[in-house]
């Protein structure tokens, strides 16, 4: 009980100090002009600050580090998750800050997600995958596999973060889905506490982002994001009951609108790399907005009530759909793959019928 009262306050604080820091986030992108200007790709039609991601990946880092510092034990699989969201996290965000107030290379920014992908697979290694009761596969393979999982992870999170609250809501989302996961199996109590304490951090700033906008997370952000949650995805098929199909089921709006808008553009003969409004959730974000205007509804504000229709529709898919799914497939990992399969088509069913890839 004195835990899980330890645990309560610090969601309590990460809340609270990522509430203030965000705002003042948002008062140093003003002064230093950092803005993101509407284009022909844009989803808003005002200059908004950007990069106030910083604040609640700062908050959330300072708190692992201090528990490092006063923890007595190096070799647990816990420290090993710690160091990993300080090393390779540490990494990301670094990157992302920069790409924040000035242009990185495209090759920069994969080689340092690489790195940071190693770290993670090198430090928590990389579980046995289930594919069906009584055949699973491992080896050095899987490893490669996962470094690669990392980098997309990471990298689709940014791509995915191009309307108001969307990367803030689906990251609580599949944070708190992960940890009920956990509940519900009677497994990871530090586990949970540190996802919960995540999720804490960044509705934080959720209070800022959410439509209308005050201001934008940035690459710091949504990468760090994306890579938490890959490296949480691997920590706890290794420590706990919750396999890493689970994982993939509670991310799976996120991984089919990214993936599959990806595998169009590329079979389009598009540039993967370069900006576009082409997702799924773009698409259907301009039809409610569309929808809205012709209602008699101002524009901005019309784009305001698209936005939280289109997120709170993301976040009644990942309750009623994707969460029991998740849960079946940490209680029966040997089914995993199949309950992946079942969850995903429908959303690949949707993404295609709504057109990503295209317009």
Request: hydrophobic share 55%; aromatic share 10%.
């Amino acid at each position: 009980m004195a835990e899980w009262l330890h645990s309560y306050w610090m969601i309590a604080l990460s809340f609270s100090l990522s509430l203030g820091l965000t705002g003042l986030a948002r008062s140093y992108a003003l002064r230093r002009g950092l803005m993101d200007r509407p284009n022909n790709r844009s989803s808003h039609l005002v200059e908004t600050p950007r990069g106030g991601g910083i604040a609640f990946v700062l908050i959330y880092l300072a708190l692992l580090a201090g528990v490092m510092i006063s923890s007595s034990s190096t070799d647990d699989l816990g420290h090993k998750l710690h160091l990993t969201l300080l090393l390779g996290g540490g990494l990301v965000v670094v990157i992302g800050y920069i790409d924040d107030h000035r242009h990185v290379s495209a090759m920069v920014r994969f080689i340092v997600h690489l790195i940071a992908a190693l770290v993670a697979v090198k430090l928590l290694q990389m579980p046995a995958i289930d594919l069906w009761p009584g055949l699973s596969l491992e080896g050095w393979w899987l490893d490669a596999l996962m470094v690669i999982g990392l980098v997309w992870l990471l990298n689709l999170y940014n791509f995915m973060d191009g309307i108001d609250g969307i990367a803030s809501l689906q990251g609580i989302t599949v944070l708190c889905g992960a940890a009920l996961v956990l509940v519900l199996n009677h497994a990871g109590s530090e586990a949970t506490a540190w996802l919960l304490i995540l999720a804490a951090c960044i509705a934080g700033f959720l209070v800022w982002n959410w439509p209308p906008a005050k201001i934008f997370m940035g690459d710091a952000g949504s990468g760090f994001i994306g890579y938490a949650l890959g490296v949480f995805a691997l920590y706890t098929a290794n420590a706990y009951p919750i396999s890493l199909w689970s994982w993939l089921i509670l991310l799976g709006l996120f991984v089919v609108d990214a993936t599959w808008t990806l595998g169009v553009r590329m079979a389009n003969g598009e540039k993967w790399y370069r900006p576009h409004a082409k997702h799924a959730y773009q698409h259907l974000a301009r039809q409610r907005q569309s929808l809205c205007i012709n209602r008699g509804l101002p524009a901005e504000h019309s784009r305001s009530l698209a936005h939280r229709w289109v997120i709170l529709q993301g976040l009644l898919i990942n309750l009623v759909w994707l969460l029991p799914l998740a849960w079946l497939a940490a209680v029966f990992p040997g089914y995993g793959l199949l309950l992946t399969l079942i969850a995903f088509v429908p959303l690949v069913i949707l993404v295609r019928s709504l057109g990503a890839g295209f317009g």
